[in-house]
């Protein structure tokens, strides 16, 4: 099956500070893929849609200037977290479309963000 | 608007006891769905799908089927394992949507005692 990758699993870092995470399709390519955002214990939240060579398109509530999404390539999509507070701890998982008829998106392993 | 319901946790079985985690959904049209599983520490994989009324997915001894009648795509097994231990999310996602959004339900812990 189709796999995503995620990078970095896990980041600490100091509260004010900007994040990246990786998100690869490895073995397709991905006019789309999607950033979700995981509290303990709950579901998932969609924050965006990330479309290549344009703008993401962001769910309601969230900031856009705080959460920056690139989508350059067909194969990868970022996700910077720009000056990051302790109330951006978060599990960020990304999902890639796989194109198909029934818009099955294949899923990261998630990174796992703790702000200090 | 499309929404998926499912039932709450956790959930708490004996190794070898029948699983039923309940899911309803409310969608225009006809709706592709899913069964997710999120094992500790990791993102989420696809258990199973069904893409038309009628249909049954299955995967791992995990079983559900699309019941457009009932609105239903409760996920069953016979017999679990203390590996089955995860959180269960039903999703749902309309094939005509261009922007192929997910929608979760909340998730169900299921914990399997040895």
């Known amino acids: 099956g189709a796999v995503v990758s995620q990078h970095p699993s896990r980041v600490i870092c100091k509260s004010g500070t900007s994040v990246k995470i990786e998100c690869r399709s490895l073995d397709f390519q991905a006019t789309t893929m999607f950033w979700y955002r995981q509290f303990p214990k709950q579901s998932l939240m969609l924050m965006a849609t990330s479309n290549e060579g344009s703008k993401a398109t962001y769910e309601q509530g969230v900031e856009k200037d705080k959460f920056l999404i690139n989508h350059a390539s067909l194969t990868l999509s970022t996700l910077t977290v720009t000056s990051a507070h302790p109330e951006d701890s978060s599990f960020y998982i990304c999902?890639?479309?796989?194109?198909?008829?029934?818009?099955?998106?294949?899923f990261g392993p998630g990174t796992r963000l703790t702000v200090l | 608007g499309n929404s998926v319901t499912q039932m709450e946790g956790p959930v708490t079985l004996s190794e070898e006891a029948f699983l039923t985690i309940n899911c309803t959904y409310t969608?225009?049209?006809?709706?592709?769905l899913f069964w997710y599983v999120q094992y500790p520490g990791e993102g989420l994989q696809l258990l199973l799908k069904a893409t038309k009324a009628d249909d049954k997915g299955s995967n791992k001894g995990f079983e559900a089927t699309y019941r457009k009648e009932t609105t239903s795509f409760h996920l069953e097994k016979g017999s679990v394992q203390v590996s089955d231990s995860a959180v269960y999310f039903c999703?749902?996602?309309?094939?005509?949507?261009?922007?192929?959004?997910?929608?979760f339900g909340s998730g169900t812990r299921l914990s399997i005692r040895p």
């Open positions: 999703a749902l996602s309309d094939p005509r949507s261009s922007a192929s959004k997910i929608i």
């Open positions: 969608a225009t049209g006809y709706p592709s």
């Open positions: 999902s890639a479309d796989s194109g198909d008829t029934y818009n099955e998106q294949f």
